[in-house]
């Protein structure tokens, strides 16, 4: 997966940038044929704010934005609101999935 990580007015100390790498990782265990994530810090009038966007398969993408105290603990807030998006997700698509079969329809 490739992962862009952005700073906008503002500068980021490798330490977090790396951080950021592995947390965007991890989330792609969960998703579903990820392909693209990206990062995004800003100070918007001083408060630091996090975006994080994973791309998935078949065009979803799963966007979640977050501010803090700092950009460490903005960014835990928004990976942890992806990772809940994206575990909705899949149950959603197993039960789609299952109401086609029972109604004998094919998956598009």
């Known amino acids: ?17 790396t951080r950021a790498r592995t947390l965007v990782e991890r989330l792609s265990r969960v998703a579903t044929r990820p392909h693209d994530g990206q990062v995004l810090f ?3 009038h001083g408060t630091p704010t996090v975006e994080v966007r994973v791309h ?15 950009h460490r603990s903005a960014l835990d807030l928004a990976v942890a609101r992806v990772r ?6 899949t149950p959603k698509r197993r039960r789609v999935a299952a109401a086609r079969r029972a109604v004998g329809r094919e998956p598009r």
């Open 1 to 17: 997966m490739r992962i862009t990580i952005t700073a906008r007015h503002c500068e980021i100390p490798d330490e977090l940038r």
């Open 42 to 44: 800003s100070a918007d």
């Open 56 to 70: 998935a398969g078949r065009g979803v993408v799963h966007v979640a934005t977050a501010e803090g105290g700092d």
């Open 84 to 89: 809940r998006q994206l575990g909705k997700a």
